[in-house]
């Protein structure tokens, strides 16, 4: 079994819900992310997203795009990516990590190199924003080989049947994406998604964790009683991009931003 | 190498794939939307109505045929192949981009959407959408780099004469790559009411296909009359590659004339070794970015590379997967030209002929001064003249410190 499924099973035994936070990475510095990394369990996440800057992220809005800039104007690399989730393995070895990013700088990389390079890190699962399965034909085999989940993003116009074919290509979670528009998008409709995620459970077995226009503790909760993890980027981005600083004040400031998150989700 | 009419008919495959390249890389949001796109399309290009309607306007309201026309004192200067020009500086607002703007702007009409939005370089393919935009009532926006809404000022008091909103682009590079990015942040959100017409070959499935299907009648065209003017086909066609509107739209109907050679040409900024270009099939290799796979230009990390060419319109570190394929199959020969080298072709052309080039179309100028002493007289080549240097006069006139007065 592996981490991540690990880790959302737990939770659906103990009746919880999983609060899966979103940074990228190198944002302010490698070094920082770390710590975030770090912070933010202690704060209650169950499993992180680390984003993988990239120049051209056209599936984010403005908070996340300044954020690649940041990461990649400090230098950022993908194997800098790597050698953070290494270093956070050394003290960490629970907590799933799942690289979130474009196809372009995995494939710079080359498949094979980076599935084992991400293997050996301490990575457990991969999505890609610009991969539908359809071109994931490919790239399925050497994730697979190296025990990486793959994770698709599943919209409010995807086709069953292309819901089925995720279900087939992919392992860890299906992540449901909200709303029309880029990350950071105004906010979600509840009732919809539940009605959604009604519809997804009926055609996969595998959790799913919804994202995309999060932005507080009320919608945190919402969104956790209709589906088994929300995912939460751009607030947390935010903040950490108006503490450039990094240290003790970024700390404290994630904290407050991420604790009622959590106690939201675990209010019944 | 010779292709098959069926290699030709093949090209893309249901999948949307030109031999290893194109696709459809994008987020799921857009998938649904690709899915339909692709589908009403296929049904509309043989619709009775459609055509009719795209025929109609792309006689009398762009002004088709373009002429071909015989630049006889180039060619005599030159003492080699006769060079021809295929004419789509002639086209209503100045450039070939209009071709494929109708095409799409009645798409968008025949599907129901009230609102186009369009990414623009150079502001040809801006100019282009906000005119048909005017013209079928249409709400219109445009995403333009920042550093190109400098360079073109003129392009840009053109749209927004039009009626169409400009939205200047500050992220990235601040040029053709980045407003396609906004474009297509907009569409994702927009996706309801919005119809995305992009300017050249590239992007996801269906656009490749679709754009280089609007733009072949310059190739159709240019066919039949090098036929009747000369009795034989041409012995080489010359077009610059930004993202490969024009340079398809001339080349694919003769893609199965082995006799026929094609020379793309790229924007060669500062030179190749400079690292300071646009030329992705001379200089990149192959990755994916903005839907599809493609010939890049990046660093060793997969971060897409900063580009520089002395023209706007060609500053774009990716191309069109069809070219990607054609390369590798080695249909079509990619060469680039520096910035220098175009603006001696700019200036040659306006002096030699009386027709003053778009910078970017100097670049395949640039390229058949090379190409044609090479040739004998007796062989001709077409160039394709793909747009008029009207906008290109404040670029000019500054690398002669001239101030144009007015402004
Ligand atoms: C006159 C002209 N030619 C060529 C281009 C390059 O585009 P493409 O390679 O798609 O033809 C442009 C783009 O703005 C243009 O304005």
Redesign the pocket.
Known sequence: MSRIEQRLTALGEQRRKGLIPYITAGDPNTGETLRIMHSLVASGADLIELGVPFSDPMADGPVIQRACERALANGCTSRDVLEVVRRFRETDTETPVVLMGYLNPVEAMGYEAFAENAAQAGVDGVLMVDLPPEEAGEVVPWFRAQGLDLIFLISPTTSDERIRRMGEHSSGYVYYVSLKGVTGSASIDAGAVEERVAHIRELTELPVGVGFGIRDAETAGAIGRVSDAIIVGSVIVDCIGRHPEGGDSLHQALKSLVKPLRDSLDTP | MKLTEQQIKDSPDARGHFGAYGGRFVSETLIDSLEHLESEYRRLREDPDFLARFNSDLADYVGRPTPLYHADRLSSELGGASIWLKR??LCHT????VNNTIGQALLAKFLGKPRVIAE??????GVATATVAARLGLKCKIYMGAEDVRRQAVNVYRMKLLGAEVEAVEGGTRT?KDAMNEALRDWVTNVDDTFYII????GPHPYPMM?RDF?SVIGRETRQQCLEKNGALPDALV???????????LFHPFLGDESVAMYGVEAGGYGIESGQHAAPLSAGRPGVLHGNRTYLMEDEYGQISGTHSV????D?PG??PEHSWLKDIGRVNYVSVTDDEAMDGFRRLTAVEGIM?????AHAIAWAIKLAPQMRPDQSIVI?L???GD?DMDTVARMDNIEVEGR
């Open positions: 789509e500086d100045g450039a070939h981009k623009t370089g150079a502001g040809q393919h053709l300017g050249t070959v590239a754009v733009q077009a610059c590659v930004g993202g490969g509107s024009n340079a398809i739209g023209s706007a319109g060609l774009y191309v069109g080039p778009a910078l970017e179309t394709n793909s747009g008029r906008k």
